[in-house]
């Protein structure tokens, strides 16, 4: 797969499939974060109809980050609404729908972004689309157009489909870093490797399926993995007193 953003450009020439593909590629060969979120960028502005620029910007506790880019061009329209504290990409993390404004200059919702973006950026319009991962609102994906009223109902359609592709990628991306280092704890961890032991012997069952068994717990009791390995190692203890 694609390193360089340009290869995943390229890829767009193909249509969205080719570039859809190499999204789920990442997902298969456990690519980094910052290679998924730069290819979703560069996606956005390959093939939604009128986007010149993208941006990715997560919700981090309090702060906005942005943490992937098509170009400067889009980072500073993104730092132009932290500063203002306004703006279709911080509106749409917290809304369902998309946040559009296919003409910047005529905006009376985000007044100071526009006259600061139309001033200091070839910006003319933008839009914002809210990703969710696993439920929570964690971002959005922001596009940028050097012209007005180039955002079209086709634009928004293929803007909400490249989001969701995102968020199926980003979730992926989640549980795979999480099984790794869960699994690399495993190896240095003696607790979770007995309870894993335990599991396998007294339910019949493989360690694949132990761990994940002790994975899903820890999640749905919001308990560290090693308090759940506890657990199970002092139920399987009161057994035997």
């Known amino acids: 797969m694609p390193n360089d953003p340009s290869e995943m450009t390229r890829a767009g020439d193909d249509g969205p499939s080719a570039v859809f593909a190499k999204l789920a590629e990442m997902v298969y060969n456990g690519d980094e974060f910052a290679q998924a979120y730069q290819a979703i960028c560069d996606a956005a502005a390959t093939l939604v109809p009128g986007c010149d620029h993208a941006s990715l910007m997560l919700k981090e506790n309090d702060r906005h980050v942005t943490v992937a880019a098509s170009d400067d061009i889009a980072a500073r329209v993104d730092a132009l609404e932290r500063a203002e504290q306004e703006g279709p990409c911080l509106d749409a993390i917290e809304n369902d729908a998309p946040q559009v404004e296919a003409e910047l200059a005529r905006s009376t919702q985000w007044p100071r972004l526009a006259r600061r973006a139309t001033a200091e950026t070839p910006v003319r319009g933008a839009a914002g689309f809210r990703l969710m991962i696993r439920g929570r609102k964690v971002g959005a994906l922001n596009l940028f157009s050097d012209k007005p009223g180039e955002f079209t109902d086709e634009s ?62 820890s999640q749905d009791m919001n308990i560290k993995l090693t308090g759940v390995a506890r657990e199970v190692i002092a139920h399987h203890n009161s057994k035997f007193d």
């Open 156 to 217: 928004i359609d293929q803007a909400i489909l490249i989001t969701a592709f995102a968020a199926v990628t980003l979730t992926a991306l989640h549980e795979h870093q999480e099984a790794q280092t869960l699994r690399e704890g495993l190896a240095s961890n003696r607790e979770i490797g007995k309870a894993i032991g335990l599991l396998m012997a007294f339910h019949d069952i493989s360690e694949g399926r132990a761990f994940d068994l002790l994975r899903k717990t």
